[in-house]
Nanobody, 123 residues
Framework: VQLQASGGGLVPAGGSLRLSCKAS????????IAWIRQAPGKGREWVSC????????DYADSVKGRFTISRDRAKNTVYLQMNSLKPEDTAVYLC?????????????????WGQGTQVTVSS
């Protein structure tokens, strides 16, 4: 199982970034995928998830209305479009595969993790 996150960078407050999570080594279409972030000195925070079918999405209150998760079955890739970025969005963003076709905010849902991509938002 491999989950390769990319697309991070340094942006000013109010800017946008699109993160990508490329999946391989498993049947991508069977599993929900989530984005989780970890800010310096803090624990992991669940950000968003998308079901295996792509028909159900969910977001943390802190990003609702600003972030959009989507998936491209042909490319085995999940995206996180992040708009109106704030300095408090600064973190390492990781993608994770759920044990199930549906996602959730609990850490126990996820049993495979990729390496992270750094997002830094300057004020």
């Amino acid at each position: 199982v491999q989950l390769q996150a990319s697309g991070g960078g340094l942006v000013p407050a109010g800017g946008s970034l699109r993160l990508s999570c490329k999946a391989s080594g498993f049947t991508y279409a069977y599993y929900a995928i989530a984005w989780i972030r970890q800010a310096p000195g803090k624990g992991r925070e669940w950000v968003s998830c998308i079901s295996a079918s792509g028909g159900t999405t969910d977001y943390a209150d802190s990003v609702k209305g600003r972030f959009t998760i989507s998936r491209d079955r042909a490319k085995n890739t999940v995206y996180l479009q992040m708009n109106s970025l704030k300095p408090e969005d600064t973190a390492v963003y990781l993608c994770a595969r759920s044990r199930y076709a549906s996602g959730g905010s609990q850490a126990g849902h996820y049993n495979a993790w990729g390496q992270g991509t750094q997002v830094t938002v300057s004020s």
